[in-house]
Every structure is written in C-alpha cells, then in structure tokens.
C-alpha cells in the first residue's frame, strides 16, 4: 500500500514535471522565433526555435505519441553528450578591441571560450592559447536540451514510421 502511494506520487510529480518542461519549451521555441527572426544568425535561431518547440509539443502530448520510456531515454542522453561534444569542433577564434583574441567553442551555441588582451595581436594570440578555458554552464545546458531534443524528435520519428509501415 505504501510503495503504491510512492509510485503514485511519483507517476504525479513526473507528469507534471513533463508538462512544465513541455510548456515552458513550447512557448519558449516559438518565442526564440519571433525575436529572432532579423538576427544575423536567423536560420540558425529558427532552427533551434522549431526544436524546442517540436520537443514541448511532444512532452505535452504523451496520449498521442506513446514511446518506449528506457529507448526514448537512452536516445536523448545520447543525443545531448554526443551532440554537444561534437559541438566542440566548431570553433571560432578572433582578434578586437585593441588587442584582444578570444576562441570560442561548441554548436549551437558557444559554451567554451578562452581568450587574452595584450598590447598587440601576436602576444594576445599567444597569450590566449596558453590559456585555459572556460565554461558557460548555462549555455551548456542549452545545448544539451536542445540536442537531447533532437534525440527525442528522431525517436518520435522512428516510431512513427514504424506504424505508418504497419498500417495497412
């Protein structure tokens, strides 16, 4: 009787926790749309924008989608630790402001940076690469929401056309 309270409980706060989370990315994508929509970097922003919003609409409608909890799991950590590690190759390094040279790392978005200022670029160069780096955890954690998304929208898929071949 206890253990079922428990699960019961648990059951709960877990759906409810997947509402919120949904919600808050559902609304939160298509907001990142529409701001961002003259921004120099607008493919990338919709991009990501549909992302988040495609993963909210999914945790919202779970009695429409029905998908098996331990491969939908392992898919989406998968997803968010390889993507983001895969992330890391995209770099972008440069030199401003009289003189400062900064490098930035990861995909979407850079999370990884490390950088110097000296009194001309060749030493801030130098002085930047013995340097070392640092993370931004929050956009870190961006990251691995939007690439475990990914992960979870694959999921949908496959599973999706897995009963599309079955339906006569």
Same mark, same amino acid.
């Given at each position: 009787? =206890? @253990?079922? @309270?428990?699960?019961?409980?648990?059951?709960? #706060?877990?759906?409810?926790?997947? /509402?919120?989370? &949904?919600?808050?990315?559902?609304?939160? &994508?298509?907001?990142? $749309?529409?701001?961002?929509?003259? *921004?120099?970097?607008? +493919?990338?922003?919709?991009?990501?924008? !549909?992302?988040?919003?495609? &993963? &909210?609409?999914?945790?919202?409608?779970?009695?429409? $989608?029905?998908?098996? %909890? =331990?491969?939908?799991?392992?898919?989406?950590?998968? /997803? *968010?630790?390889?993507? #983001?590690? !895969?992330?890391?190759? *995209?770099?972008?390094?440069?030199?401003?402001?009289? /003189? !400062?040279?900064?490098? @930035?790392?990861?995909?979407?978005?850079?999370?990884?940076?490390?950088?110097?200022? *000296?009194?001309? +670029?060749? #030493?801030?160069?130098?002085? +930047?690469?013995?340097?070392?780096?640092?993370?931004?955890?929050?956009?870190? +954690?961006?990251?691995?929401?939007?690439?475990?998304?990914?992960?979870?929208?694959?999921?949908?898929?496959?599973? =999706? $056309?897995?009963?599309? %071949?079955? #339906?006569?």
């Amino acid at each position: 009787m =206890l @253990d079922e @309270d428990r699960r019961d409980k648990t059951a709960v #706060t877990g759906r409810a926790l997947r /509402f919120i989370l &949904g919600a808050l990315s559902l609304v939160g &994508g298509m907001t990142w $749309i529409l701001l961002n929509l003259h *921004a120099s970097s607008a +493919a990338l922003d919709v991009a990501v924008g !549909a992302v988040l919003a495609t &993963g &909210g609409l999914v945790l919202l409608m779970p009695h429409r $989608i029905r998908l098996p %909890r =331990l491969l939908t799991g392992a898919v989406t950590a998968g /997803f *968010a630790l390889i993507g #983001t590690g !895969a992330g890391l190759l *995209a770099g972008q390094s440069r030199t401003c402001c009289q /003189f !400062a040279y900064i490098s @930035d790392r990861g995909w979407p978005y850079h999370w990884l940076q490390r950088g110097a200022v *000296a009194d001309d +670029a060749e #030493t801030a160069y130098r002085l +930047a690469q013995s340097a070392s780096w640092t993370a931004d955890l929050l956009t870190l +954690a961006a990251d691995l929401l939007i690439w475990s998304y990914v992960g979870l929208i694959v999921v949908v898929a496959v599973v =999706l $056309i897995g009963r599309a %071949r079955r #339906t006569p």
